[in-house]
């Protein structure tokens, strides 16, 4: 890893920082990538909080775990960032319903993989033509309203943009792997 992170025993202010993204008494440490902003950048991390939070909270989400999954299953597959993919399938892949056969696909596939649903491939593709032009055609966009209201549209823009984000930083500085994450198929 290119940047330090914070290691336990936690105390004083860092005990508090790492309390904001994961209760004391959690089963499992705090993610590499959170603790390795605690420790270089706190004030960026407590402003990325609440969007993160946002993202993956399903009481005030728009989008539907399902979809969510779906795009960043694809952002990560894309970006090459097993671990930001590999926490996610371990954590939200069975309640996503995303099988063995579909996760293969949203790393080596493509949406036009006989294992999605038209709703399905319409999101993975949203999520292809992001990455790959930054952009979403006009046909992309009248596809994915078919399937989205603007709040979900405007939310699945939001997530694989802040994906992106997540992947790029998480192989740049080099995130090991979390011990409990899934491995790439």
Not at 76 to 91: F, M, P, Y
Not at 133 to 141: C, K, M, P, V
Not at 153 to 164: I, K, M, S
Request: glycine share 4%.
């Amino acid at each position: 890893m290119r940047l330090e992170e914070l290691n336990p025993p936690y105390e004083g202010i860092d005990a508090e920082r790492i309390a904001q993204w994961v209760p004391p008494d959690a089963e499992v440490e705090p993610l590499h990538t959170v603790r390795m902003y605690l420790k270089n950048h706190p004030l960026l991390a407590e402003r990325m909080r609440p969007l993160a939070w946002f993202l993956l909270d399903p009481s005030i989400s728009s989008l539907d775990v399902r979809a969510r999954e779906l795009a960043v299953a694809r952002t990560c597959g894309r970006t090459n960032c097993e671990s930001q993919w590999g926490v996610h399938q371990a954590v939200y892949g069975e309640v996503a319903e995303i099988t063995a056969e579909q996760r293969l696909s949203t790393v080596k596939g493509s949406p036009e993989d006989d294992v999605w649903s038209e709703r399905d491939r319409v999101i993975l593709r949203a999520v292809d033509e992001i990455i790959d032009t930054h952009g979403l055609s006009d046909e992309a966009w009248a596809a994915v309203r078919a399937h989205l209201d603007e709040a979900q549209t405007l939310e699945l823009l939001v997530l694989t943009g802040w994906y992106l984000l997540n992947c790029i930083t998480t192989n740049v500085i080099q995130t090991p792997l979390e011990p409990f994450a899934l491995r790439f198929p």
